[in-house]
């Protein structure tokens, strides 16, 4: 496929959208590392997000839709084809009554603080989970015993064919890091959050509370990608990789986290290969020496040659 004509025909089908070339994914993900993308797009509204999907599903590229890049590992290679991006231009939060609705875009932290700002209760556990909400909804997303299932009501979703699809309350199937969203490969693009009225004092000791628990445990200073494994069941991912003795292990600039050992951190030089080798490593060696084999929680995306010139 020639670069030239696809930049031409979005051009002419999307012409209020703006593509992006060559976009470096270390700059978009919270690990720092990546090569670059072919294309990038950030539609700033509901219905352009539609037309963008209906366009690129309907011609022959590869395409992806993230959010603020907290749980990807883009390979050093990058990314061939098209990413659609939302972001901040799609972040609106509204509160009616004990509602909030919040387009994919906002962060998952900005809307348990509109929650808190409001005093609704049921956020508290979202307060420092650094997503976006419709990645968040997408995944059921969760910390400190809360999920995101627990206070989703409804969510507008895309379809790869341009069509708009809400679901409501059981209908999304939410279950541990899953949800229907990500099964059929919907793109959420706005959630509705069922509330309680509470006390804003006591919303705001408990957000302190596990915000304080969070920082004291987790690597916050130095980019990582988050939890890198999902939890076993009736173990914890971090405490299998510790016992194996690989707190600190390190690849390069990539190195299993001295302060918890279900993050892997970037030192400051870490490529994306030595990231990936050490996921791997790490699941080679709790495999060897468990038997249970961890599953990446984070998504690895890689890139293959697609255009000519």
């Known amino acids: 496929m020639r670069v030239k004509e696809f930049m031409e025909s979005f051009q002419k089908v999307l012409g209020g959208v703006t593509l992006q070339r060559d976009v470096p994914m270390k700059k978009y993900t919270s690990i720092a590392v990546g090569g670059n993308a072919d294309f990038m797009v950030e539609p700033d509204s509901l219905e352009k997000v ?9 011609y022959p590229v590869p395409f992806m839709v993230m959010g603020n890049g907290s749980n990807l590992i883009f390979s050093d290679e990058g990314y061939r084809g098209v990413i659609v991006k939302i972001g901040p231009r799609l972040s609106k939060i509204e509160v009616d009554g004990t509602r909030i609705v919040a387009e994919a875009g906002a962060s998952l932290a900005a809307v348990a603080h509109k929650a808190l700002e409001h005093s ?17 909804a997408c995944m059921n997303a969760g910390a400190y015993d809360g999920e995101m299932k627990q206070v989703i009501e409804e969510t507008l979703n895309v379809d790869k064919e341009g069509r708009f699809i809400t679901l409501k309350g059981e209908e999304h199937s939410f279950s541990y890091r899953h949800s229907r969203i990500q099964q059929e490969g919907l793109i959420c693009l706005k959630v509705v959050f069922a509330l309680e009225k509470g006390d804003k004092n006591a919303i705001q000791a408990k957000m302190n509370d596990l915000n304080s628990r969070r920082r004291e445990k987790q690597p916050l200073n130095m980019p990582s990608a988050g939890s890198v494994f999902k939890r076993p069941p009736g173990q914890f991912a971090g405490k299998l990789i510790d016992d194996c003795g690989l707190r600190g ?30 996921i791997r490593y790490v699941q080679q060696k709790v495999y060897e020496r468990t038997g249970t084999l961890l599953e990446p929680e984070v998504k690895i995306i890689g890139g293959n040659t697609l255009w000519n010139s």
């Open 50 to 58: 539609r037309d963008c999907i209906a366009f690129l599903s309907a």
């Open 249 to 278: 292990y390190a690849i390069g600039g990539a190195q299993v986290s001295d302060k918890h050992c279900g993050f892997i951190v970037n030192t400051g030089t870490a490529t994306a290969a030595d990231v990936i080798n050490l």
């Open 120 to 136: 609704l209760t049921g956020l508290e556990f979202a307060s420092g989970i650094p997503g976006s909400t419709g990645g968040a």
